[in-house]
């Protein structure tokens, strides 16, 4: 069975096509500049890489470039697109309507739809995935909606209530959501085997980092807490974002800069977190080596980053009345070999005991264990695969209706 995994941006495609028998990645790609005059195209094989501009008006010709590119030429990987047999989309908010994967209907895209004020960056750029398949694909082709926030759907009311007047959940539906989802479930459920237990009968904190990020504690299989809010916003300090303010601070720069709500959002979301503190860097291997070479400022951006994980961490071990393991994954938790090795030793007080040897080989999509045998508090870094969750959940819904 062969899979096509469907990320739709606003202005981008992003695919990734799966031999289930194997979980292999066939091909994967990018469709980027969706609607504008000059296009960008590029696929990736076991054959190679190919690129080329291409102007595509909508994300339904995004989807015939993809599908030539798949079938024809040098790089072709299929005959066919009859060798697909379903198709599966992220979407990010599925707010309290999905609380797991589900097989895309008339009635799910209305209710995605729906959604489009609690997420107005991706909802819309999904349901044009979504419809721009069923134009090249037809109907026949099963597609299943895989929401970024279904996994946290298991918090208690206490950790997503947010303490505003209760009115404006009814009316609104403001509340703490949660997102990457999809890749804390991916890496809790590796993390599990490798620990030989399930995942039940452990309390676990995975630490998604990257551009964006959050922190996500696991007690008994379930969610009970995540960083992220409403929006992915929340949190802590991120690449462009501010993650967690006093809100206060917002109304204040309003006033005195008079900003509309649109212009805070722009601010909040990509000019502040640490590219904000430090002056223009957003990408942590820049701001490491500008930290290393003196630059005070990027030394500040590293030690909020590094100090609110840490405070992240502890409070859900506070939580959870203790921790079992703790996951690093994303593209900084993956290679950021300084912050693995600040936040673990943070952690001596409770049973952690770093491995320093073994640090420096969990890199670039190698994971391992950076505990020590009798620490006990394990600490892994498993690289996330939130495309492949995503495939092994299209292909367990699509076997049912085949």
Known sequence: MKILVINAGSSSLKYQLIDMNGEVVIAKGICERVGAPEGHFELKTEKGKYEETVAMSNHTEAFLVVKKNLTEGEYKVIDSLDEITAIGHRVVQGGSIYKESTLITDEVIAGIESLCDLAPLHNPAHIQGINACREVFGDKVPQVAVFDNAFHSTMPEEAYMFGIPYEYY?????????????????VSGECAKIMGKDLKDIKLITC???NGSSITAIKDGKVIDTSMGLTPLDGFVMGTRSGGID??????????????PAETNAVLNKKSGIYGISGGMSDDRDILKAADEGNERAELAKKMLWYQIR??????????QGVDAIVFTGGIGEN???LRQNICESFEYIGVKFNAEENPKAIRGVGGELSAPDSKVKVYVIPTNEELMIARDTKEIAEKVL
């Not at 809100?247 to 509309?260: A, C, I, N, Y």
Request: without cysteine; aromatic residues 18%.
């Open 170 to 186: 009814e009316k609104y539906q403001i509340r703490r959501y949660g997102f990457h989802g999809t890749s804390h479930r991916y």
């Open 208 to 210: 998604h980092l990257g």
């Open 247 to 260: 809100p206060s601070v917002v109304t204040f720069l309003q006033e005195k800069e008079g900003w509309t």
């Open 311 to 320: 405070k992240y961490i502890g409070s859900y071990i506070a939580a959870m």
């Open 336 to 338: 950021s070999q300084p």
